[in-house]
């Protein structure tokens, strides 16, 4: 009997494997990335003509608006078109971000400090904790979503890559962590509050006394924490990592040598300057009167420390990397420094290239409406399913997934949501509190950012593994990412369903039921 299963658990792995490497074959048949977002806004402008001749709309639930497409071939619509397409490429997000964070980060790599930085992690980690240890990284940075992106998942990659692993398992394990971190951390982060203004918004039009406190899902996120931490680390290593098998590029790797004695004393300063940079910035939002604490509230999770973060980590960067360099002597006038930025900067083309009309789409995509609609329509339809209880609970992570493949924004689809959920569940015979109906959809929106171009930072994502290999494309970004979507969703859903048999508060002020 033992026998028979050990075959048809073999059978199962290699069936599974086979199965990604059919979406890896089939997604990297597509156009170049930068192509099929270029298709895909024409597509969007011809659906958005198709559909608004059959009338296809929807109320808000908000307000009751009737929400119409906006026909992209009209003459408003082109003329839109015509005067945005610079503005939706300047105003993308990605765009900025990046480029602002390559000022510090193009120097740690010019003046060898990311090389240092890694050689010392190598040399002083068993190999055996650096899968992990780069999934909690991830999920830490959920803190400033941005550093994230920009900045672990290529150091994800890089790491693994230097310790002779494929660094497109570093790729993946890094962006299972950050990507969890929306929904699973040890830290409240920015996005909390926003989250539960808005579920406050929707709990008041059955109770107007009721308010969702920003940590009313903390508890829960510190127990996801762990489940995206160890069923990451595993599949990083017992499944992603087997089926990609050796890296066979060309691309050069960190050699992993001892550090000299003038390494390790520019580590040490770099290290230095870094805290006192991280305590100048304490300063600044500790105490009440803090300067990047919110002039008028007070608050620190929503305040110009949080909102100017991107500029905080490309300082972060520059310091230690300035200090570094400076000790090294890999710096040594004015003219070094910026050869070091500019050399960085300079191999940003094909990102630029695609971002511009990955901007395009997304943005018309937008103002179409098309995304918008798709939202409600797919809201109102499950609420007319009729489920109760823990299964409509699943059905909306469900749900909540599904809607993130077509709109980026988690503040904008948690406002289209969180009416129509948030006061349902609340209408039942034994009603659910809106935090775990905002606990279910952030987890909803963290698998499937792993597998979205919708999601904003997919196009760095794919820039980063062209690093490793040109051939690499959207196809080789979502097979890798599969696994993750589908166990890591299993093993999250399964905590869920947990905590509401047992009743445990979600967070402080979170209890499962209204009542409880």
């Not at 099929?36 to 559909?51: D, R």
């Not at 890694?118 to 992990?132: Q, Y």
């Not at 969180?418 to 279910?440: K, W």
Request: hydrophobic share 55%; with cysteine; net charge neutral.
């Amino acid at each position: 009997m033992k026998k028979n299963w050990g075959k048809i658990r073999n059978y199962s792995n290699k069936a599974f494997i086979k199965s990604l490497d059919y979406v890896e074959v089939v997604g990297n048949l597509l156009p170049h990335p930068a192509s099929i977002f270029a298709l895909l806004a024409f597509f969007v402008i011809l659906l958005s003509w198709v559909t608004h001749l059959i009338g296809i709309s929807a109320t808000h639930p908000v307000d009751g608006e009737v929400i119409m497409v906006n026909n992209l071939i009209s003459s408003d619509g082109i003329r839109w078109i015509y005067t945005n397409i610079l503005d939706n490429f300047l105003k993308f997000p990605p765009l900025g971000y990046v480029l602002v964070v390559m000022v510090g980060i193009g120097l740690a790599e010019g003046t060898g400090l990311f090389n240092v930085m890694i050689r010392a992690l190598v040399l002083n980690s068993p190999p055996r904790i650096i899968t992990a240890a780069v999934v909690l990284a991830g999920i830490i940075s959920g803190l400033a979503v941005e550093a994230g992106y920009v900045v672990l998942i290529p150091l994800g990659a890089m790491i693994f890559h230097a310790l002779g692993r494929h660094p497109m398992a570093g790729l993946a394990a890094a962006f299972c962590g950050v990507s969890g971190g929306f929904g699973a951390n040890f830290f409240i982060g920015s996005i909390d509050p926003i989250l539960a203004g808005i579920s406050t918004s929707a709990a008041q039009l059955i109770q107007e006394d009721l308010v969702v406190n920003p940590a009313v899902n903390y508890y829960f996120m510190i127990a996801s924490s762990f489940v995206v931490l160890f069923v990451g680390t595993w599949l990083t290593d017992k499944v992603v990592e087997p089926r990609l098998g050796k890296y066979e590029g060309q691309t050069e790797k960190f050699t992993i040598k001892l550090l000299t004695q003038e390494e390790n004393r520019g580590l040490k300063w770099a290290a230095i300057s870094a805290i006192l940079f991280v305590v100048l910035m304490a300063l600044t939002v500790i105490p009440e009167n803090g300067i990047f604490r919110d002039p008028e509230t007070g608050s620190v999770l929503h305040s110009p420390f949080f909102d100017g973060i991107i500029i905080g980590i490309m300082v972060l960067f520059f310091i230690p990397s300035l200090v570094y360099g400076l000790i090294v002597k890999t710096i040594r006038n004015d003219k070094d420094m910026m050869k070091h930025i500019i050399k960085s900067m300079s191999g940003m083309g094909s990102y630029i290239v695609l971002v511009f009309f990955a901007a395009q789409f997304v943005y018309f995509f937008n103002h179409s409406n098309l995304g918008l609609i798709i939202a409600i329509k797919g809201a109102a339809g499950l609420k007319e399913i009729g489920f109760t209880g823990p299964a409509l609970i699943v059905a909306f992570v469900l749900l909540s997934a599904f809607i993130n493949m077509f709109m980026g924004s988690a503040s904008a689809k948690w406002a289209i949501i969180a009416p129509v959920f948030i006061p349902m569940l609340m209408l039942l015979d034994n009603p659910y509190h809106p935090g775990i109906t905002q606990a279910a959809f952030r987890i909803g929106d963290s698998l499937t950012n792993l597998i979205t171009p919708m999601m904003s930072y997919f196009a760095l994502i794919v820039t980063f593994a062209q690093k490793y290999d040109e051939k690499y494309g959207i196809g080789t970004i979502i097979s890798t990412m599969l696994p993750y979507t589908i166990f890591l969703g299993i093993a999250w859903i399964a905590l869920l369903v947990l905590w509401m048999f047992l009743g445990i508060p979600l967070g402080p002020d979170g209890p499962i039921f209204l009542n409880g």
